[in-house]
């Protein structure tokens, strides 16, 4: 195996000395790109949110209504998140190892959410579930509420972010083909064993990797969840939603201390990220 | 497996439950520039009720350009009370929504606005430009920041201000369209929301003058560092009123009636209007104005009915689909 190995890579390297200036100049630019738009915005969110010391800080993130805002964002991510976890698996489960008519129809309305502006998706659920839309008057006289309440911002999450473990899962099971499972079910498995036994262990990590996306994102949607908001603090609104509200009050450190919660999430997802990506990587080496 | 999902669902209701705490808790949808106002007023509001009728109330907040809140509101936000930019917008709820009657606006004293603005320039220190009145602004090379008419109703305050200046001087319709549609042409950024014009102008440092609010000149002044803005009171301008309104069929429903009248009376109190005073708004009580009478320049005002026949037909003529507002806005069409 290892013979097999080298020979590519001496192939490789007497072209690649004679190039040598190429990769310093291309990690370079990536270098100056990254800290053009990644690194120093990061680093002005923190700067910010400091710059009035940590008793500021801490006092904007321990207020009432920016608790009210953190509870309703991990909420919304708490419901948004599994349900999309069962639908993408589920989605992802029947593209990729049954045929059925409709299965094109299917993927492409599985990327909806990605060629929708979030804030049209918010839209549709005024259009539908407002006053003056097509349920609302019905559900307003039930007493139940959906816009400019909770079920709103979760179903609004629900929407921006169900492409992410779907999308994550469909190539993978493709590629792996159906041989396994065709093998188990020669073997008597029925389906529950099929997708506990022999699936899911396959695309395990594949499956946490879309999990991370698809949370991080659903904590940090801000289009979709402003139009069914009705921005009542300390009732509807979402840490996003919080800080702009922060800025706009002219209260910058808070606003970057709230921004900087968010950024933590990211630089957190990153790391799970990369975590996973190894692992992912080992197991196929294995 | 299945404790899992029954630990994690406890742990979602959990977050769901907390919070509730108030005997009382009312919603009011208000404008952009009243966030400040609104807090104070509420704090009293909460002392003076806990006093009369021994309850705790919390009055929570939302805020956004004023003709986005009405719309929110006809789509069901559940506001107790509107608190807006300009009695059009709550005509609108009157009409679309039929939450509350059509002739609100007789319900309380002064066309139900406790407290007026008007409408005046911010501009950087030293007054670089040289802006003193409206015709100023449509000069070539200067860069006006006001918010989108469509959607803020300080907005449309600005623009009618500026249309209503050209005919109080004796000018003609022809001649206002001609200086409102110049001054557009010098707008830089067109926000949806006064406080999103601020912000603009304040802290991103963009535009030479800021047509806005008085209150909000005077705030962004306060809250930014005085010293490096100042304020220029034309020579003319209009009376804005801000109106309130009780939401008679939300509130009914949630059982707030009496609660959220008492809210809206507590405005026509001196001490409620001494709070409008700090914040910079004017208020309508003659005493509490005779004390605060140094901070408001006098500005010759004119108002809405006497030069624009109402709302209702500012409205239609100027920012309805067609008004003058689109015929003299097309941005990249010079």
């Known amino acids: 195996m290892a013979a097999v190995l080298d020979l590519p890579m001496s192939v490789v390297r007497p072209r690649a000395r004679r190039v040598a200036g190429v990769p310093v100049a291309l990690v370079g630019i990536a270098l100056a790109y990254l800290t053009l738009f990644l690194f120093l915005p990061l680093f002005a969110v923190f700067f910010e949110a ?3 010391g940590w008793g500021v800080y801490a006092a904007a993130v321990a207020d009432a209504d920016a608790w009210a805002a953190i509870r309703l964002t991990l909420l919304a991510a708490a419901i948004a998140v599994p349900a999309n976890l069962v639908f993408g698996v589920a989605a992802a489960w029947a593209i990729a190892k049954f045929d059925f008519p409709g299965k094109s129809v299917l993927i492409t309305l599985i990327d909806l959410p ?19 839309g097509w349920f609302g008057p019905a559900l307003a006289d039930h007493g139940v509420k959906v816009i400019f309440a909770v079920p709103g911002i979760v179903l609004a999450t629900i929407f921006v972010t169900f492409p992410f473990i779907a999308r994550e899962l469909i190539p993978l099971m493709q590629a792996q083909g159906r041989e396994e499972e065709e093998a188990a079910v020669l073997l008597g498995a029925n389906a529950w064993h099929l997708l506990w036994r022999v699936t899911l262990p396959n695309v395990k990590w594949g499956l946490l990797y879309g999990v991370i996306l ?73 | 497996m299945l404790r899992l999902i029954r630990a994690f669902t406890a742990l979602v209701l959990a977050f769901a439950a907390a919070s509730s705490q108030a005997d009382v808790t009312l919603l009011n949808v208000s404008y952009d520039p009243t966030r400040e106002l609104y807090q104070d007023f509420n704090k009293s509001f909460a002392k003076y009720w806990e ?10 907040q939302s805020h956004g350009g004023s003709g986005k809140q009405a719309r929110s509101v006809i789509d069901g936000l559940d506001a107790d009370v509107v608190t807006l930019a300009l009695a059009y917008d709550i005509d609108e709820i009157a009409e679309r929504a039929k939450l509350l009657p059509a002739d ?56 009618l201000a500026a249309w209503g200046s050209v005919l109080k001087k004796g000018g003609s319709e022809a001649q206002a369209k001609d200086l409102v549609a110049r001054i557009y042409g010098n707008v830089a950024v067109l926000d949806s929301g006064a406080r999103g014009s601020t912000t603009t102008f304040v802290e991103r440092g963009i535009g030479d003058v800021l047509i806005a609010w008085e209150n ?24 804005a009123e801000p ?21 809206l009376e507590h405005w026509y109190t ?65």
């Open chain 2, 51 to 60: 006093g009369k009728a021994k309850e705790t109330v919390v009055v929570k």
């Open chain 1, 50 to 52: 400091l710059r009035k």
């Open chain 2, 104 to 159: 609100w606006q007789k319900r309380l004293p002064h066309n139900s606005s406790p407290y007026t603005s008007t409408i005046v320039f911010l501009v950087r220190k030293g007054n670089p430009k040289g802006i003193r009145d409206w015709d100023d602004l449509a000069k070539p090379g200067v860069s006006v920041i006001t918010p989108n008419p469509k959607t803020s109703g300080g907005a449309r305050w600005n623009y």
């Open chain 2, 243 to 263: 109106p309130v309104a009780l939401v008679d069929k939300v509130a009914d429903r949630k059982g707030t009636r009496k609660v959220a009248q008492a809210y």
């Open chain 1, 114 to 132: 990605f060629s929708v502006s979030p804030v049209v998706s918010g839209l549709i659920y005024v259009l539908v579930f407002g006053l003056q």
């Open chain 2, 216 to 239: 909000e000149a005077y705030l962004s002044v306060k809250e930014l560092g005085p010293g490096k803005f100042e304020i220029v009171t034309p020579s003319l301008s209009i009376l």
């Open chain 2, 270 to 334: 001196p001490e409620a209007q001494e709070i409008a005073a700090r914040n910079f708004y004017r208020p309508i009580d003659p005493q509490v104005a005779a004390r605060h009478e140094k901070e408001f320049p006098k500005v010759n005002l004119f108002t809405i009915d006497q030069v624009f026949g109402g709302w209702q037909r500012a409205q239609k003529t100027h920012f309805a689909d067609g008004g003058t507002f689109d015929q003299i806005f097309q941005p990249g069409r010079k």
């Open chain 1, 214 to 286: 698809c949370n991080a994102r659903a904590m940090g949607e801000f289009g979709a969840v402003s139009v069914v908001s009705g921005h009542v603090r300390g009732l509807t609104n979402t840490l996003p939603l919080h800080i702009e509200i922060l800025y706009n009050e002219y209260q910058f450190a808070g606003a970057f201390a709230c921004a900087s919660l968010l950024a933590i999430l990211a630089l957190v997802t990153l790391v799970l990220k990369t975590w996973v990506e190894s692992r992912v990587a080992r197991e196929t080496v294995i």
